[in-house]
């Protein structure tokens, strides 16, 4: 079966850096995307990654391994306003996306 | 402002009602889709809609009928609802084409309690 992993939940300190890990198990693969979720509110889209390697959007970086199935997101400078939930998703060969249950990310001050 | 209007915001509602879960989107897109979410589960398609006129069974669709006349609306029905559908509602559209053609936007999301 087809199966997406992240821890459930994550503590960080504000000012500080995280690394919230994803790895994957899909049948094909068409790209890896990262959404931040609010609690009570929509998901909205972070990033997009589908060749190994770094992809850096401000505070926010998206690391892919396609060979080990394993994506990161790294958080820098971490604010208050990040405490959030974070979703990792994958296309798979069907250009069907496969969810991760998400990480809850704590920030404390 | 461009996006996803969902509704209801929330609503409780008894066993075996019918209801229809409204979503239109104003940014012309040809994907839509509707997902459900559980606390501890990742995002589940209920059903989706690659452009007007089609549509196709998602992950979970027992018990959900959609329909997709034109390119803007995206109703769900619950044809009897039953207490495993108590469950937040995500509508979300994709432009289909590019770069972002997989890129989701969400709408705010419906809660549905039935009791």
């Known amino acids: 079966g087809q199966n997406i992993d992240q821890p459930t939940e994550m503590t960080a300190t504000e000012g500080a850096i995280v690394q919230i890990n994803c790895t994957y198990q899909t049948s094909g693969f068409n790209g890896l995307f990262w959404y931040q979720q609010h609690a009570g509110e929509a998901p909205t889209f972070l990033s997009y990654?589908?060749l190994d390697g770094l992809e850096e959007k401000g505070r926010f970086s998206s690391f892919l391994s396609r060979s080990k199935g394993y994506s990161y997101l790294l958080l820098k400078e971490l604010q208050m306003k990040d405490s959030a939930s974070y979703l990792c998703a994958v296309l798979d060969s069907n250009y069907q996306l496969i969810w991760g249950a998400g990480t809850k990310l704590i920030i404390k001050p | 402002i461009a996006g996803i209007t969902q509704a209801p915001t929330s609503q409780i509602l008894a066993a075996g009602r019918r209801m229809t879960l409204r979503c239109t989107q104003d940014?012309?897109?040809?994907?839509m889709y509707w997902y459900r979410q559980d606390l501890g589960l990742g995002l589940r398609l209920i059903h989706y809609?690659?452009?007007?006129?089609?549509?196709g069974k998602g992950e979970v669709p027992d018990g959900y009928s959609v329909s997709r006349a034109n390119t803007d609306d995206f109703p769900l029905t619950l044809a009897s609802a039953v207490p495993s559908q108590t469950s937040v509602y995500f509508c979300?559209?994709?432009?289909?084409?590019?770069?972002?053609?997989?890129?989701?936007?969400f709408g705010a999301g419906s809660r549905l309690t039935v009791l």
């Open positions: 979300a559209s994709s432009d289909g084409t590019g770069a972002g053609a997989n890129v989701l936007t």
């Open positions: 940014m012309r897109h040809n994907a």
């Open positions: 990654n589908v």
């Open positions: 809609s690659n452009t007007a006129g089609t549509t």
